[in-house]
């Protein structure tokens, strides 16, 4: 970065010292990872520079043959990753892409069901502070209150009383595996369209660590940066055909396909980001190696033995485990909030967030869980030993926090377990 860090030393040195506290912290945000080099390079290119407003062969501007064969590419890769029909690589990031599947689905006011934010949803599905729970009208569903878990029963029972037009599946905070196809036969049952959200476990989906919704849903949304390891963005993949097309959508002249890339532009993007769809072009080719299934199976056994570490130190985890990348904790028994925990573990360069557990009587500003995951320290390399003692880490933070020598020595393993472990050198 010779030139920038001439041009605007105060912004090379923010980029350098962010660079820094990534390279010298365990991240363990599970919606968080690190790019390759060629991601980065992709998203920092002159690519930057063209407006490209339409698709690949239908631009309303000129010059953009060469930009057509670069989403073309994100576009066919995408496809292979994930076996679908179509697929849209346009959405700037995962709220824009649930918000077009909204309106390419819904009119205003319609009725769809998705998992409440408190059990693990996303605010786009449902919350009432989002456009999704403004605009439409949304009977969330919740995770059973002794298990924790999704109770299909009691999901259909609901579809069948309410008859949505629309039944959203996904998680950003559910600790284990989501069963797209019984969604998928609720939905059909009812005449529901089945969207999926499936922003947080893509890049399992892709490695075929976890079911594929593909199979089962008319639209799959997902960002591009979380276990999927590429830029920050989304993309939408659906069917060509909409299903239910007469009963919904008799006065329309789209397809389900067109209907989508509609919604994205005009609907409510403007130019899209090239240089950022090269990157997701990038990532996706970076994910369709082999190497790429070893990853995600790592993300996967390093959460578990995160999980059982915690677990072990006397923790109750949410479900008592997790069988994805994500784990969350409940710090009730420890006496300790989700925020001060928070604040606990950053001072000793654990950065992990806070999060509501399945009906908190706390509020999500200081709610009594915190929310871990493996897919960044798993790009660093780490594995299962590094989680026992990232486990151990955590709890005798959590235990000592009021003695600063401990802390101190804590974060010095910390600092001595990062500097094995160097990603951005
Ligand atoms: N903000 C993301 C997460 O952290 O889960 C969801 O979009």
């Known amino acids: 970065m010779k030139t920038l860090k001439e041009a605007d030393p105060e912004i090379y040195n923010i980029i350098q010292r962010e660079k820094q506290r990534q390279m010298n912290g365990l991240e363990l945000i ?149 069963d797209f196809k019984a969604f998928g036969e609720i939905a059909e049952e009812v005449e529901a369209y089945h969207f999926a959200d499936i922003a947080h476990i893509a890049g399992l989906v892709a490695a075929d660590m976890h079911q594929s919704p593909v199979p089962y849903c008319d639209v799959v949304t997902t960002t591009t940066h979380k276990t999927l390891r590429g830029p920050r963005g989304a993309i939408i993949m659906s069917l060509t055909e909409d299903r239910y097309h007469d009963k919904y959508h008799s006065d329309a002249t789209k397809n389900l396909a067109q209907l989508i890339d509609f919604n994205v532009f005009p609907g409510i993007q403007g130019g899209p980001h090239d240089h950022t769809n090269a990157a997701k072009a990038v990532a996706f080719k970076e994910a369709l190696q082999p190497q790429f299934k070893e990853y995600s199976k790592q993300i996967v056994k390093n959460a578990s033995v995160l999980a059982d570490s915690l677990m072990g130190h006397g923790f109750r985890l949410v479900t008592n485990g997790t069988d994805n990348h994500l784990m969350l ?94 990603f951005y050198k």
């Open 30 to 178: 599970p919606s968080e990872n690190l790019v390759s080099e060629a991601v980065l390079e992709a998203m920092g290119s002159i690519l930057t520079n063209k407006y490209s407003e339409g698709y690949p062969g239908k631009r309303y501007y000129g010059g953009n043959a060469i930009i057509d064969q670069a989403e073309t590419l994100a576009i066919e890769r995408a496809k292979q990753l994930f076996g679908c029909e179509h697929v849209n690589v346009q959405p700037l990031s995962g709220s824009p892409a649930n918000m077009a599947v909204f309106f390419a689905l819904l009119n205003p006011s319609d009725t769809f069901m998705g998992l409440d934010l408190s059990c693990g949803g996303h605010l786009t599905h449902g919350s009432p502070v989002s456009f999704s729970g403004k605009l439409f009208k949304c009977i969330p569903y919740f995770v059973d209150k002794e298990t924790e878990l999704l109770d299909y029963d009691a999901i259909k029972k609901a579809a069948i009383k309410e008859k949505p037009k629309m039944i959203l599946s996904g998680l950003t905070a559910y600790p284990r595996k989501i």
């Open 329 to 422: 904790v409940d710090l009730t028994n420890k006496n300790i909030s989700g925020k001060e925990a928070e604040v606990v573990l950053d001072e000793i360069g654990i950065i992990v967030n806070k999060n509501t557990i399945p009906y908190d009587p706390r509020k999500p500003f200081d709610p009594s869980g915190i929310r871990l995951g493996t897919p960044l320290l798993t790009t660093r390399g780490m594995k299962e030993s590094e989680m026992k003692s990232i486990g151990d880490f955590i709890a005798k933070a959590i235990e000592h926090r009021q003695d600063k020598n401990i802390l101190e020595n804590i974060h010095n393993d910390v600092l001595a377990l990062c500097k094995r472990f160097v």
